[in-house]
């Protein structure tokens, strides 16, 4: 018969029941770390498979040789994780229309380039001028139709509750030069924000997005530099042309400077 706990093994333990104990450590172990970098002097030959000699073992699963040389069955699981939505538009001949919006637009609009001067943007965009490129533009138009897809999509991954699909609140266009950035910044008032990269020099700005319980972690230790994204304070995106990035807006972000000489176009937008 197979004991059921491990301080039940060490209460009757005998040679007879070892492989009793076996089972359970091996039954409580998750598959995925018994193979993980134990103690190799004691744990390598033990294998979970056999375990001839461990009297330290008979201690039970809670003594210090046991946590030495074992990991105990235990599991992590996320809480409130940030969403990143990643999508390609692989449609040349829209990202071909976009770009030669983008730049008429960044030669007529001349209160957009005014703005962008004072401002000190390196480049031009439409973010204080102009609030109706899709109805303006037959190309962002498209765009726009695209865009609500995949915001409804996003919406049901982030597990939203609405009454209706996220409505496409603004959108404008973004044209950088050589060396231009965008200081972190959040999108207030809106549920979801994103970008969709039309042109992207190579070694252009990249997108850098932060922790957003960064603020609150006064004592969070530094991560190891092979840290998984999820584990990180800062994740940075470097964008390809058709590339479409989503997220909640709340997740303060910022384009980091490039060395590309090319312009990198790039149209952003909120959904409320
Ligand atoms: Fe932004």
Redesign the pocket.
């Known amino acids: 018969m197979v004991p059921k706990s491990a301080n039940e093994i060490f209460l009757s333990y005998s040679p007879a029941n070892m492989l009793g104990f076996i089972d359970v450590f091996r039954r409580h172990s998750p598959p995925s770390l018994s193979s993980g970098p134990l103690a190799k002097d004691h744990t390598q030959d033990h294998g979970l498979k056999t375990v001839p000699h461990c009297q330290p073992c008979l201690l039970g699963t809670q003594s210090r040789h046991f946590f030495a040389t074992h990991r105990p069955a235990m599991t992590t699981r996320a809480l409130f994780p940030t969403l990143l939505y990643e999508a390609d538009l692989a449609d040349e001949a829209l990202l071909a229309d976009l770009a030669h919006s983008i730049r008429t637009l960044a030669l007529d609009d001349t209160a957009g380039r005014r703005w962008s001067r004072d401002h000190g943007y390196k480049g031009y965009t439409s973010y204080a001028s102009l609030d109706d490129l899709p109805r303006r533009d037959p190309a962002f138009a498209d765009l726009a139709k695209l865009l609500v897809k995949h915001a409804a999509i996003f919406a049901t991954d982030l597990a939203f509750d609405l009454a209706a699909k996220p409505k496409l609140d603004s959108l404008w266009v973004n044209l950088l030069k050589s060396g231009g950035q ?1 200081s972190g ?1 959040i ?1 207030p008032h809106s549920i979801l ?1 994103g ?1 969709l990269y039309v042109e992207v020099p190579a070694n252009a700005g990249a997108i850098r997005f932060e922790d957003p319980r960064l603020a609150s972690q006064m004592a969070a230790p530094a991560r190891r530099a092979d840290a998984p994204d999820d584990r990180r304070a800062f994740v940075t995106v470097a964008p390809r042309p058709g590339q479409l990035l989503l997220w909640e807006s709340y997740l303060r ?1 910022e384009v980091l400077p490039g060395t590309a000489k090319a312009e990198r176009l790039s149209i ?1 937008f909120n959904f409320a």
Request: charged share 0%.
């Open positions: 965008h910044h999108h924000s970008t972000h952003s």
